[in-house]
Protein backbone atom coordinates (compact mmCIF):
# COMPACT_ATOMS: atom_id res chain seq x y z
CA UNK A 1 0.00 0.00 0.00
CA UNK A 2 1.59 3.50 -1.04
CA UNK A 3 1.70 6.24 1.71
CA UNK A 4 -1.50 7.78 0.25
CA UNK A 5 -3.19 5.07 0.12
CA UNK A 6 -2.53 3.85 3.67
CA UNK A 7 -3.60 7.00 4.90
CA UNK A 8 -7.03 6.98 3.61
CA UNK A 9 -7.47 3.58 4.25
CA UNK A 10 -10.59 2.63 6.51
CA UNK A 11 -9.16 1.70 9.75
CA UNK A 12 -10.55 -1.12 11.31
CA UNK A 13 -9.79 -2.86 14.90
CA UNK A 14 -11.13 -6.50 15.86
CA UNK A 15 -12.49 -7.38 19.50
CA UNK A 16 -11.56 -10.94 20.48
CA UNK A 17 -8.76 -12.82 18.45
CA UNK A 18 -10.98 -16.10 18.70
CA UNK A 19 -12.07 -18.39 15.75
CA UNK A 20 -13.18 -15.46 14.13
CA UNK A 21 -10.98 -12.66 15.01
CA UNK A 22 -7.88 -14.38 14.51
CA UNK A 23 -9.21 -15.01 10.47
CA UNK A 24 -10.27 -11.59 10.08
CA UNK A 25 -7.14 -10.01 11.25
CA UNK A 26 -5.26 -12.37 8.77
CA UNK A 27 -7.27 -11.26 5.86
CA UNK A 28 -6.54 -7.51 7.06
CA UNK A 29 -2.65 -8.16 7.41
CA UNK A 30 -2.67 -9.72 4.15
CA UNK A 31 -4.33 -6.79 2.24
CA UNK A 32 -7.70 -6.19 1.80
CA UNK A 33 -8.06 -3.26 -0.74
CA UNK A 34 -8.32 0.36 1.10
CA UNK A 35 -8.49 -1.31 4.13
CA UNK A 36 -6.04 -1.18 7.60
CA UNK A 37 -5.66 -3.31 10.35
CA UNK A 38 -5.33 -0.73 13.66
CA UNK A 39 -6.03 -2.24 16.50
CA UNK A 40 -7.43 -5.49 18.24
CA UNK A 41 -8.47 -5.67 22.02
CA UNK A 42 -7.53 -9.58 23.67
CA UNK A 43 -8.48 -10.65 27.06
CA UNK A 44 -5.47 -12.30 27.75
CA UNK A 45 -2.12 -10.59 25.47
CA UNK A 46 0.53 -13.67 26.21
CA UNK A 47 -2.04 -16.01 24.95
CA UNK A 48 -1.90 -13.73 21.50
CA UNK A 49 1.83 -12.69 21.38
CA UNK A 50 3.05 -15.47 18.87
CA UNK A 51 0.09 -14.50 16.76
CA UNK A 52 0.10 -10.74 16.63
CA UNK A 53 3.82 -10.92 16.25
CA UNK A 54 3.71 -13.01 13.35
CA UNK A 55 1.46 -10.48 11.08
CA UNK A 56 3.33 -8.30 9.05
CA UNK A 57 1.48 -4.85 10.68
CA UNK A 58 0.98 -5.69 14.06
CA UNK A 59 -1.60 -3.87 15.50
CA UNK A 60 -1.91 -1.63 18.60
CA UNK A 61 -3.58 -3.74 21.53
CA UNK A 62 -5.84 -1.93 23.09
CA UNK A 63 -8.92 -2.55 25.98
CA UNK A 64 -12.14 -3.38 24.11
CA UNK A 65 -13.78 -0.14 24.89
CA UNK A 66 -10.87 2.20 23.13
CA UNK A 67 -11.24 0.43 20.00
CA UNK A 68 -13.56 3.60 18.37
CA UNK A 69 -10.72 5.90 19.57
CA UNK A 70 -8.26 4.08 16.63
CA UNK A 71 -10.39 2.82 13.99
CA UNK A 72 -13.60 3.69 11.17
CA UNK A 73 -14.64 0.37 11.58
CA UNK A 74 -14.71 -2.42 15.13
CA UNK A 75 -15.41 -5.61 14.48
CA UNK A 76 -16.97 -7.21 17.35
CA UNK A 77 -16.15 -11.05 18.00
CA UNK A 78 -15.60 -11.23 21.38
CA UNK A 79 -18.34 -13.48 23.63
CA UNK A 80 -22.11 -11.62 23.81
CA UNK A 81 -20.98 -10.56 27.28
CA UNK A 82 -18.83 -8.04 26.52
CA UNK A 83 -21.23 -6.86 23.35
CA UNK A 84 -22.00 -3.77 25.17
CA UNK A 85 -18.44 -2.66 26.20
CA UNK A 86 -17.54 -2.79 22.56
CA UNK A 87 -20.39 -1.66 20.94
CA UNK A 88 -21.49 1.29 23.06
CA UNK A 89 -18.15 3.39 23.46
CA UNK A 90 -17.28 3.07 19.67
CA UNK A 91 -21.29 4.44 18.43
CA UNK A 92 -20.99 7.09 20.47
CA UNK A 93 -17.55 8.18 18.55
CA UNK A 94 -20.01 7.72 15.50
CA UNK A 95 -18.06 4.45 14.58
CA UNK A 96 -19.68 2.02 12.69
CA UNK A 97 -19.16 -1.96 14.59
CA UNK A 98 -19.93 -4.81 12.97
CA UNK A 99 -21.62 -7.27 15.46
CA UNK A 100 -21.14 -10.91 15.52
CA UNK A 101 -22.71 -11.66 18.61
CA UNK A 102 -25.95 -10.43 17.40
CA UNK A 103 -27.78 -12.63 19.95
CA UNK A 104 -26.52 -10.07 22.56
CA UNK A 105 -28.40 -7.07 20.92
CA UNK A 106 -31.48 -8.35 21.56
CA UNK A 107 -30.99 -7.67 25.37
CA UNK A 108 -29.14 -4.49 24.57
CA UNK A 109 -31.08 -2.99 21.66
CA UNK A 110 -30.98 0.96 22.71
CA UNK A 111 -27.10 0.86 21.62
CA UNK A 112 -29.30 0.93 18.13
CA UNK A 113 -30.80 4.11 19.21
CA UNK A 114 -27.44 5.31 20.57
CA UNK A 115 -25.59 4.60 17.31
CA UNK A 116 -28.91 6.52 15.47
CA UNK A 117 -28.05 9.82 18.01
CA UNK A 118 -24.59 9.57 17.04
CA UNK A 119 -24.35 8.94 13.28
CA UNK A 120 -22.65 5.60 14.19
CA UNK A 121 -24.12 2.23 12.80
CA UNK A 122 -24.53 -1.46 13.50
CA UNK A 123 -24.05 -3.93 11.03
CA UNK A 124 -24.71 -7.62 10.98
CA UNK A 125 -23.47 -9.89 8.40
CA UNK A 126 -24.78 -12.62 7.15
CA UNK A 127 -22.65 -14.63 9.47
CA UNK A 128 -22.91 -18.24 9.15
CA UNK A 129 -26.38 -17.76 7.25
CA UNK A 130 -27.65 -17.56 4.18
CA UNK A 131 -29.76 -15.46 2.34
CA UNK A 132 -30.35 -12.45 4.09
CA UNK A 133 -30.41 -10.36 1.27
CA UNK A 134 -33.47 -12.29 0.03
CA UNK A 135 -35.25 -11.83 3.10
CA UNK A 136 -34.35 -8.00 3.25
CA UNK A 137 -35.87 -7.77 0.15
CA UNK A 138 -39.12 -10.00 1.16
CA UNK A 139 -39.37 -7.81 4.23
CA UNK A 140 -40.15 -4.76 2.27
CA UNK A 141 -43.23 -6.19 1.44
CA UNK A 142 -45.31 -8.39 3.33
CA UNK A 143 -43.40 -11.59 4.93
CA UNK A 144 -46.03 -13.86 6.85
CA UNK A 145 -43.79 -16.98 8.16
CA UNK A 146 -39.74 -17.57 8.69
CA UNK A 147 -39.46 -20.76 10.22
CA UNK A 148 -35.85 -22.32 11.36
CA UNK A 149 -34.34 -25.75 12.11
CA UNK A 150 -30.89 -25.97 13.63
CA UNK A 151 -28.93 -29.40 13.73
CA UNK A 152 -25.94 -29.18 15.54
CA UNK A 153 -23.51 -31.76 16.96
CA UNK A 154 -22.82 -32.56 20.47
CA UNK A 155 -20.12 -30.78 20.62
CA UNK A 156 -21.13 -27.59 19.30
CA UNK A 157 -24.52 -27.54 21.50
CA UNK A 158 -22.64 -28.65 25.10
CA UNK A 159 -23.02 -26.02 27.92
CA UNK A 160 -25.61 -24.08 26.47
CA UNK A 161 -27.60 -22.55 29.58
CA UNK A 162 -31.04 -24.32 28.05
CA UNK A 163 -29.08 -27.31 28.68
CA UNK A 164 -27.61 -26.96 32.00
CA UNK A 165 -30.13 -25.42 33.37
CA UNK A 166 -33.04 -28.11 32.37
CA UNK A 167 -30.07 -30.63 33.03
CA UNK A 168 -30.34 -32.63 29.84
CA UNK A 169 -27.73 -35.12 29.53
CA UNK A 170 -26.84 -34.67 25.46
CA UNK A 171 -23.36 -36.63 25.73
CA UNK A 172 -25.17 -40.67 25.16
CA UNK A 173 -27.81 -39.52 22.53
CA UNK A 174 -28.30 -42.47 19.94
CA UNK A 175 -30.83 -40.29 18.34
CA UNK A 176 -31.58 -36.77 17.16
CA UNK A 177 -33.04 -34.54 19.95
CA UNK A 178 -35.32 -31.79 19.44
CA UNK A 179 -33.91 -29.21 22.68
CA UNK A 180 -36.14 -26.58 22.13
CA UNK A 181 -39.12 -25.06 19.65
CA UNK A 182 -39.82 -21.19 20.08
CA UNK A 183 -38.94 -17.98 19.73
CA UNK A 184 -35.50 -16.69 17.83
CA UNK A 185 -35.79 -14.19 21.05
CA UNK A 186 -36.19 -17.21 23.98
CA UNK A 187 -33.76 -19.37 22.00
CA UNK A 188 -31.07 -16.90 21.98
CA UNK A 189 -31.23 -16.81 25.87
CA UNK A 190 -30.83 -20.62 25.96
CA UNK A 191 -28.76 -20.71 22.92
CA UNK A 192 -26.55 -17.77 23.20
CA UNK A 193 -23.24 -19.11 21.24
CA UNK A 194 -25.39 -21.44 18.89
CA UNK A 195 -28.27 -19.27 17.06
CA UNK A 196 -27.06 -16.13 16.65
CA UNK A 197 -28.23 -16.69 12.96
CA UNK A 198 -31.44 -16.76 14.21
CA UNK A 199 -31.16 -13.53 15.68
CA UNK A 200 -29.44 -12.52 12.08
CA UNK A 201 -32.75 -13.75 10.73
CA UNK A 202 -35.27 -12.54 12.30
CA UNK A 203 -33.46 -8.81 12.11
CA UNK A 204 -33.69 -9.29 8.46
CA UNK A 205 -37.05 -10.59 8.51
CA UNK A 206 -40.31 -10.35 10.86
CA UNK A 207 -38.63 -9.55 14.52
CA UNK A 208 -37.13 -11.70 17.08
CA UNK A 209 -40.77 -12.65 18.67
CA UNK A 210 -42.67 -13.97 15.01
CA UNK A 211 -39.35 -16.05 13.65
CA UNK A 212 -39.50 -19.25 14.45
CA UNK A 213 -37.28 -22.12 15.68
CA UNK A 214 -36.13 -25.17 16.72
CA UNK A 215 -32.82 -27.12 18.00
CA UNK A 216 -31.77 -30.07 17.90
CA UNK A 217 -29.06 -32.17 18.97
CA UNK A 218 -27.84 -34.23 16.65
CA UNK A 219 -25.23 -37.33 16.88
CA UNK A 220 -25.26 -38.01 13.12
CA UNK A 221 -24.31 -35.24 11.81
CA UNK A 222 -20.97 -33.54 11.49
CA UNK A 223 -21.74 -29.97 11.08
CA UNK A 224 -24.18 -27.01 11.59
CA UNK A 225 -26.93 -27.71 9.77
CA UNK A 226 -29.69 -24.76 9.55
CA UNK A 227 -32.46 -25.08 7.36
CA UNK A 228 -34.77 -21.83 6.66
CA UNK A 229 -38.46 -21.71 5.22
CA UNK A 230 -40.07 -18.15 4.42
CA UNK A 231 -43.36 -16.95 3.14
CA UNK A 232 -43.82 -14.06 2.20
CA UNK A 233 -46.22 -12.01 -0.33
CA UNK A 234 -43.61 -11.73 -3.03
CA UNK A 235 -41.99 -15.26 -2.76
CA UNK A 236 -41.77 -18.60 -1.11
CA UNK A 237 -38.48 -19.69 -0.74
CA UNK A 238 -36.56 -22.19 1.62
CA UNK A 239 -32.63 -22.33 2.28
CA UNK A 240 -30.16 -24.11 3.98
CA UNK A 241 -26.53 -24.47 4.75
CA UNK A 242 -24.44 -26.89 6.14
CA UNK A 243 -21.36 -25.07 8.08
CA UNK A 244 -18.22 -26.68 8.98
CA UNK A 245 -17.42 -26.05 12.33
CA UNK A 246 -13.78 -23.89 13.14
CA UNK A 247 -11.81 -25.01 15.76
CA UNK A 248 -14.43 -23.33 18.25
CA UNK A 249 -16.93 -26.08 17.79
CA UNK A 250 -19.96 -23.83 18.20
CA UNK A 251 -18.72 -21.91 15.19
CA UNK A 252 -18.92 -22.24 11.43
CA UNK A 253 -15.55 -21.55 9.66
CA UNK A 254 -18.05 -19.53 6.60
CA UNK A 255 -18.33 -16.76 9.48
CA UNK A 256 -15.48 -15.32 9.46
CA UNK A 257 -15.15 -15.21 5.55
CA UNK A 258 -18.64 -13.53 5.86
CA UNK A 259 -17.36 -10.91 7.79
CA UNK A 260 -14.02 -10.62 5.55
CA UNK A 261 -16.40 -10.41 2.86
CA UNK A 262 -18.64 -7.68 3.68
CA UNK A 263 -15.31 -5.83 4.86
CA UNK A 264 -14.18 -5.90 1.35
CA UNK A 265 -17.54 -4.29 0.33
CA UNK A 266 -16.57 -1.27 1.75
CA UNK A 267 -13.89 -0.29 -0.89
CA UNK A 268 -15.13 -2.15 -3.60
CA UNK A 269 -15.50 -0.64 -6.77
CA UNK A 270 -17.45 -3.65 -7.98
CA UNK A 271 -20.25 -4.72 -5.02
CA UNK A 272 -22.29 -7.53 -5.92
CA UNK A 273 -25.31 -9.00 -3.28
CA UNK A 274 -26.98 -6.67 -1.14
N1 LIG B 1 -23.37 -14.21 13.71
C1 LIG B 1 -23.02 -15.45 13.46
O1 LIG B 1 -23.39 -16.03 12.44
C2 LIG B 1 -22.16 -16.18 14.41
C3 LIG B 1 -21.75 -15.59 15.57
N2 LIG B 1 -20.93 -16.24 16.44
C4 LIG B 1 -20.56 -15.53 17.67
O2 LIG B 1 -19.35 -14.81 17.44
C5 LIG B 1 -18.66 -14.61 18.68
C6 LIG B 1 -17.20 -15.01 18.52
O3 LIG B 1 -17.13 -16.37 18.17
P1 LIG B 1 -15.73 -17.17 18.14
O4 LIG B 1 -14.68 -16.35 17.50
O5 LIG B 1 -16.02 -18.52 17.62
O6 LIG B 1 -15.44 -17.25 19.71
P2 LIG B 1 -14.07 -17.60 20.41
O7 LIG B 1 -14.42 -18.08 21.77
O8 LIG B 1 -13.22 -18.46 19.54
O9 LIG B 1 -13.35 -16.18 20.49
C7 LIG B 1 -13.76 -15.15 21.35
C8 LIG B 1 -12.51 -14.39 21.77
O10 LIG B 1 -12.89 -13.26 22.55
C9 LIG B 1 -11.91 -13.11 23.57
N3 LIG B 1 -12.39 -12.28 24.66
C10 LIG B 1 -13.22 -12.62 25.67
N4 LIG B 1 -13.38 -11.56 26.50
C11 LIG B 1 -12.65 -10.55 25.98
C12 LIG B 1 -12.40 -9.20 26.38
N5 LIG B 1 -12.94 -8.69 27.49
N6 LIG B 1 -11.57 -8.43 25.61
C13 LIG B 1 -11.03 -8.93 24.49
N7 LIG B 1 -11.23 -10.21 24.05
C14 LIG B 1 -12.03 -10.99 24.79
C15 LIG B 1 -11.61 -14.55 23.99
O11 LIG B 1 -10.36 -14.62 24.69
C16 LIG B 1 -11.56 -15.24 22.63
O12 LIG B 1 -10.25 -15.19 22.09
C17 LIG B 1 -19.42 -15.44 19.72
O13 LIG B 1 -20.28 -14.61 20.47
C18 LIG B 1 -20.22 -16.41 18.86
O14 LIG B 1 -21.38 -16.86 19.51
C19 LIG B 1 -20.44 -17.49 16.15
C20 LIG B 1 -20.83 -18.12 15.00
C21 LIG B 1 -21.75 -17.56 14.06
O1 LIG C 1 -21.83 -21.36 13.19
C1 LIG C 1 -23.05 -21.65 13.16
O2 LIG C 1 -23.51 -22.56 12.48
C2 LIG C 1 -24.03 -20.80 13.88
C3 LIG C 1 -23.67 -20.32 15.19
O3 LIG C 1 -22.80 -20.81 15.86
C4 LIG C 1 -24.40 -19.18 15.72
O4 LIG C 1 -25.39 -18.77 15.12
O5 LIG C 1 -23.99 -18.67 16.75
Known amino acids: MTEQRASSALRVAIAGLGSIGTKIATALDQGIEGLALSAAAVRDPAKHQAFIGGLRHPPKILPIDQLGEVADIVVECAPSSQLRAIVEPAVKRGKAVVVVSVGGLLDNFDLVDLARANGGRIIVPTGALI ?11 TIHSVKMVTRKPIDGLKGAP ?50 EIQVWADPTVTRNVHRIEVEADSARFSMGIENIPSENPKTGLITALSVIALLKKQRATLCVGT
Open 131 to 141: GLDAVNAAAIG
Open 162 to 211: FIVQNKIDIDNLGEPLKLFEGSAREAAKGFPANVNVAVALSLAGIGPDRT
